[in-house]
């Protein structure tokens, strides 16, 4: 009998002290310098490959920015409105209207003293937008979001099995990075799988477990 679990696991939400920081210090000073007012700086681009932690960044400053109680809004490949934080994740898929709506929401929130943050996975230059809309995008700051090493992705691993409540065994989790999938996010996500079995099952996560989760999700 398949014993059912309640949903007793912790939400595991990002936010700039749970981001692993790795090369990207200046980038997290600078965030954090903005969100605090502290900075005169209104616009971030921010790029990298898929997995870095460019969604996690947007998502923590706009969560950040709510907790502070200012208006602030994440979203993926569609343009939000105007608001004291707004963050539009996968700039590359937007078509032409939506591009339309960005570059009039980035004069909005320069005229208004709003955050704009905009993520893509190439430098502004490179971008196959309106030329108008990669120029101003290239106007603000502009930084490279660097992919963690496995130490790294180690540290965050550990990191997040604790914000679940549980310890990860080292072999674990150098088994899950050796014959897991590189990108970070398929990481966790076969951790938050492993977690649930562990619950399930009521044992401890070991390497033949995790061998048994990954069978199932990759």
Not at 16 to 34: C, D, K, P, T, Y
Request: proline share 4%.
């Amino acid at each position: 009998m398949t014993q059912l679990l309640l949903n007793i696991a912790p939400e595991w939400v990002p936010t700039l002290e749970n981001f692993v920081v790795g090369r990207n210090v200046e980038l997290l000073s600078a965030l954090r310098h903005a969100l605090a007012g502290s900075s005169s700086e209104r616009c971030f681009y921010l790029w990298g490959e898929t997995g870095c932690g460019k969604s996690h960044l947007l998502q923590a400053a706009v969560g950040q920015a709510r907790v502070a109680g200012q208006s602030a809004i994440c979203l993926c490949r569609a343009v939000p409105q105007a608001a004291q934080v707004v963050a539009v994740d996968d700039v590359e898929s937007l078509g032409e209207a939506a591009q339309v709506e960005l570059f009039a929401l980035y004069n909005q929130q320069r005229e208004n003293g709003g955050i704009l943050l905009v993520s893509g996975t190439q430098a502004p230059a490179h971008l196959q937008l309106r030329d108008d809309l990669r120029t101003r995008l290239g106007w603000g700051l502009v930084y490279q979001v660097h992919a963690l090493n496995d130490t790294e992705k180690a540290r965050a691993l550990a990191q997040h099995a604790q914000a679940r409540g549980f310890s990860l065994p080292q072999e674990v989790s150098h088994y899950l990075l050796r014959h897991g999938r590189r990108d970070l996010p398929s990481l966790l996500a076969v951790l938050d799988a492993l977690d649930e079995q562990c619950l399930r099952l009521k044992r401890s996560p070991t390497v033949p477990l995790l061998k048994e989760v990954m069978e199932k999700t990759l």
